[in-house]
């Protein structure tokens, strides 16, 4: 097999074990002579569009090994959404421009569904172009809701973050309730998939403890059924604990936080639920309320993240590399949970072509028939996926974190790549 360079991008939004991906790709490829270097993109894909590639054999070991611990996109990420081949061959065509100016035969994208797609497509044209690049896509997305793995890396960590979360504000409002906040809301991250909202079920043990309402993009929102029950758990607890998806919707279609603007990929950008419903309950209970939105702390939070998660991650790089080297092109390395009570897992893989662009929800039969909590099934779906501590290593207080010299290679290529 002819020696050729790797090249390994992140992209979207980023996690607190994305890095662990990163770090099983670079220390799998050290292990093939048939791979020479691998480079890794500077903002995601824009580092190849713009001929910006970082070393990552420049990095010492030890350095390599932290990012297994560090959150965030270490080699930066980005929200580009390129366009379908039809509507701008020319980006596609810039990218295998780069891959062939730099030896380039490998192709680690590290991101969602939208990655998939791009990840397919250069794998298509580079064949037509006549410079075949295996591009494998290494699956990452705090939302959950990529089809064929079990779950999807990042995951696990927000689902231990928002469990913890939900459990220690209930406890804290519990203990204030009969003078202060009756009503707690945190609104959590899932646009079209609830399964953010739905981990949160985990803190709750027994009857009555929070959260005491969920809300799911997969459900309608009523707005007379949900203030009924607030009222309802409010005068049986004394107060109530409401996480909500940051996707909740009317039956119309409509979200509840619809900001009227679009993100870069062409989504709704979306204003906060989670003081619209307190400022409902407000306005119809008049209860004392408080709400928090989790935002980036979720995704960031890797002193909590989930030792299952972080074993997910790795694995997924490392196969990644593996699996390009047995010769595979336009797949997905997938986590496949095998039969019984005690958790097990295995690496699989999955096409791409059946990946790119599909969202997977949260089973109906994951939510309670009344729509607001989860059922027994859920809890044994998330259980296993927060299990374990892997703390980071911590100095005077403070978890250390890597820090890359981020050594660049010299543009091969002549003239800037307008980015559209």
Known sequence: MTKKNAFYAQSGGVTSVINASACGVIQAAKQYDQ?????????GILGALREELIDTYAEDDATIAALRHTPSGAFGSCRYKMKSLEANKAEYERLIEVFKAHDIGYFFYNGGGDSADTCLKVSQLSETMGYPIQAIHVPKTVDNDLPFTDNSPGFGSVAKYIAVSTREAGLDVASMCETSTKVFVLEVMGRHAGWIAGAAGLASEAAGQPPHIILFPEIAFDKARFM??????????????????????????RFLADAGNKDAFGHTQLGGVAPTLATMIKDELGYKYHWAVADYLQRAARHIASATDVEHAYAVGEAAVHKAMEGKTAIMPCIVREEGEEYRWHIGEAPLSEVANVEEMMPRDYITEDGFHITEAAYKYFAPLIAGEDYPPYKNGLPQYASLKKVFVEKKLDGDFAIK
Not at 35 to 43: F, H, Q
Not at 234 to 240: I, L, R, S
């Open 35 to 43: 791979i020479g270097t691998v480079y890794a993109g500077n903002n």
């Open 228 to 253: 009924a029950r607030v009222d309802e758990c409010v005068k049986e607890h004394g107060f109530c604990v409401v996480v909500a998806s940051e996707g909740t919707r009317y039956e119309d279609g």
